[in-house]
C-alpha cells in the first residue's frame, strides 16, 4: 500500500500550479479587455472590471483556490494542523485579494483617464 509524503508537499505545488494557470488566463483575459476598451472608449464602464464578467471573475477566483491550497500547503508542511492552516490562509487570501481586485480596478481608471503616461513612475 502507497502512503502519501508527511509533510504533503504535492498540496503546494499543486496550489502554485492553479495559481500559475488561472493568472496566465487572467492576464490574456485582463490584455483582451484594454485591448476592447481602447478600441471603444464611449461607454462609461470600458476600463473597468466588474465580477459580472464571468470569465475575469473566474479566472480571478481561480488565482485565489490557487494561492489558498499554497498557503495553506505550506502551513501544513511547518507542522500545523490542517484547521488552522486552511483557516489563517483563507483569511489572509481573501483580504489580500480584495485590496488586490480594488487596485486593479485603480490602475485601469487611470488609465482611462491620462493612457499610458498616467502610471509613469518617473
Do not use: H, R
Amino acid at each position: 500500500m502507497y502512503y502519501l509524503p508527511q509533510p504533503p508537499f504535492l498540496v503546494v505545488v499543486l496550489g502554485i500550479f492553479i495559481a500559475i494557470t488561472c493568472g496566465t488566463a487572467f492576464e490574456n483575459l485582463l490584455e483582451q479587455k484594454l485591448q476592447q476598451s481602447y478600441q471603444n472608449s464611449q461607454p462609461e464602464s470600458s476600463f473597468k472590471i466588474d465580477s459580472k464578467d464571468s470569465a475575469i471573475a473566474a479566472t480571478y477566483w481561480g488565482i485565489c483556490l490557487g494561492v489558498w491550497v499554497f498557503l495553506g500547503g505550506g502551513l501544513l508542511v511547518l507542522g500545523f494542523g490542517i484547521i488552522p492552516s486552511y483557516g489563517v490562509s483563507l483569511l489572509l487570501t481573501i483580504f489580500t485579494a480584495s485590496l488586490a481586485w480594488d487596485q486593479i480596478n485603480d490602475v485601469l481608471l487611470q488609465l482611462k483617464e491620462g493612457g499610458s503616461k498616467a502610471l509613469e513612475l518617473d
